[in-house]
Each structure stands twice: as structure tokens, then as C-alpha cells.
């Protein structure tokens, strides 16, 4: 079975070590997936949107899921929210791992159906992605 790969979705200014993790986690043989970064070098806040956006469209385009780290301030991002909306056109299948569990979802993946980790470890994050 081919591997799948992973788009994460998460908040540059407060989540990107929980990214960084996942990309450690990943040279990890029990993984069956592979996460890749997406990240580009612009500022999400950047005036540039249109030229973020045909950046990162073609990456999450190349996914076969978009996983999102929901952290504090996850709901508030309308670059999240963008992403995950993308996700959903394309009928990529979703996602969700709440850095905390108390943390608030963001709505569009409520309402897509997402697999869940409602903890960030190793295992429950293996079990949403192996699931999705």
C-alpha cells in the first residue's frame, strides 16, 4: 500500500515546534505516512495572499490528507480555515490533533467529518492518521 501523504495545516507563530515534531515523527518506521512541509518563507499576513495561496494549493492538491494542529489559536486563522476549505474541495480526507484537548476546532472540521487525535502523542496522532 502506498504511503499517504500528509498536508499539515497549523499556526506558524504558535504551533510550528508541534510541526516540527510531526517531521521528526515521521522518520519513524512505524509510520505509515509522510508528512512533508509546506511551509513557505512569506508571512501569512503578507499582502501577497495570491501568490501564498499558488503556493500552497498545489501541496495540499499533491495530499491525500490535510492533518490540522489545533492549537490556541487555530479557530481565529482564516489562512487555516482557507486551507482546510481547499482540503474539502478536493476531496481530501481530514484530520484533526488538538495540542490541547480543551482547544477550540475550527468549524470546517467539525462539519467535514474529520478523524480526531484529541491529544498530541505519538500514538493517538499513528491511530487518527492510520484511520483517516
Same mark, same amino acid.
Given at each position: 500500500?502506498? =504511503? +499517504? ?7 506558524? /507563530?504558535?504551533?510550528? @515546534?508541534? =510541526? ?6 515521521? +522518520? ?5 505516512? @509522510?508528512?512533508? /512541509?509546506? &511551509?513557505?518563507?512569506? %508571512?501569512?499576513? &503578507? ?6 495561496? &499558488?503556493?500552497?494549493? *498545489? ?17 481565529? &486563522? ?8 481547499? %482540503?474539502?474541495?478536493? +476531496? ?13 476546532? *475550527?468549524? #470546517?472540521?467539525? #462539519?467535514?467529518?474529520?478523524?480526531? %487525535? ?7 496522532? =499513528? +491511530?487518527?492518521?492510520?484511520? #483517516?
Amino acid at each position: 500500500m502506498a =504511503k +499517504k501523504a500528509v498536508f499539515i495545516s497549523f499556526d506558524y /507563530d504558535n504551533d510550528k @515546534h508541534y =510541526k516540527n515534531l510531526l517531521l521528526a515523527w515521521d +522518520k519513524n518506521k512505524d509510520f505509515d505516512f @509522510h508528512f512533508y /512541509d509546506g &511551509s513557505l518563507r512569506e %508571512a501569512i499576513n &503578507s499582502t501577497n495572499a495570491a501568490y501564498i495561496k &499558488s503556493q500552497i494549493k *498545489p501541496k495540499i492538491l499533491a495530499a491525500s490528507h490535510l492533518l490540522c494542529l489545533v492549537g490556541s489559536e487555530t479557530n481565529k &486563522s482564516a489562512w487555516i480555515d482557507w486551507e482546510i476549505s481547499t %482540503a474539502v474541495e478536493n +476531496k481530501k480526507k481530514l484530520i484533526g490533533v488538538k495540542i490541547e484537548k480543551a482547544n477550540t476546532s *475550527p468549524a #470546517a472540521l467539525l #462539519a467535514n467529518g474529520a478523524t480526531w %487525535a484529541l491529544s498530541f502523542n505519538f500514538d493517538a496522532i =499513528k +491511530k487518527a492518521v492510520d484511520s #483517516a
